[in-house]
C-alpha cells in the first residue's frame, strides 16, 4: 500500500505540490487572526481567583519597588509535627542558605543596582537581593502564619 502511494506521489508530485500550496493558502486565508485566539502573558489565561494570579498580585504589593520581573523562590518548611520551623532551621537558612545563595551571587555577577545618575549601571547581574525572615523592611511577610514555613 505505502508503496503505491508513494510511486503515485512520485510520479505526479507537481499535482500533490499545488494541491498542498492551495490548502495552505485557504487554511490561511480561513483561518482567524492570531491575536483573537492567543492570550499573551504567563497568567493572561487563567481565572483571575487562581492560586497563580492571587500570589503574583500579593507579591507585587508586597514588593513593589523589585527590579526583575520574574523572582525565584525558595521555600524551607517543616512539614512533620505541629511545632513549626524549629531554630535548627531558622539558623540553617541563615547561616548555610542565605551565604550559598550569596555566593552565587558574587559569582554571577554581584547585586543588581540601580543606575546611579551615568546612564550605566555599576553591576550586571540579574539578582537583585536575597531576601530572609530577618530582613527588617518586609522579612515577617517571608514566614508563614503558623510558622511552618519561610520564604
Known amino acids: 500500500m505505502f508503496r503505491v502511494l508513494g510511486n503515485t506521489v512520485v510520479r505526479y508530485w507537481q499535482i500533490f505540490l499545488t494541491c498542498w500550496v ?3 493558502v ?4 480561513a483561518a482567524p487572526e492570531w491575536s483573537t485566539v492567543v492570550q499573551n502573558g504567563e497568567f493572561a489565561f487563567l481565572p483571575g481567583d487562581s492560586p497563580s ?4 498580585k500579593l507579591f507585587k504589593r508586597a ?8 523572582s525565584i523562590v525558595i521555600v ?6 505541629d511545632q513549626g520551623l524549629t531554630a535548627e532551621d531558622l539558623k540553617f537558612i541563615e547561616e548555610d542558605l542565605k551565604p550559598r545563595l550569596e555566593e552565587i551571587a558574587e559569582r554571577e555577577g554581584g547585586y543588581a543596582t540601580k543606575d546611579d545618575g551615568s546612564g550605566i ?3 550586571t547581574s540579574n ?7 530577618t530582613d527588617k523592611s518586609n522579612g515577617d511577610l517571608l514566614q508563614s502564619e503558623d510558622n ?4
Not at 514588593?63 to 520574574?70: C, K, R, V
Not at 511552618?148 to 520564604?151: E, G, H, P, Q, T
Open 76 to 81: 524551607v518548611r517543616r512539614e512533620h509535627g
Open 127 to 133: 539578582i537583585s537581593r536575597i531576601r530572609t525572615y
Open 63 to 70: 514588593f513593589p519597588d523589585d527590579l526583575l520581573a520574574s
Open 53 to 56: 494570579l492571587l500570589g503574583e
Open 26 to 29: 485557504g487554511i490561511s486565508y
Open 121 to 123: 549601571p555599576e553591576k
Open 148 to 151: 511552618k514555613a519561610s520564604l
Open 22 to 24: 492551495l490548502a495552505l
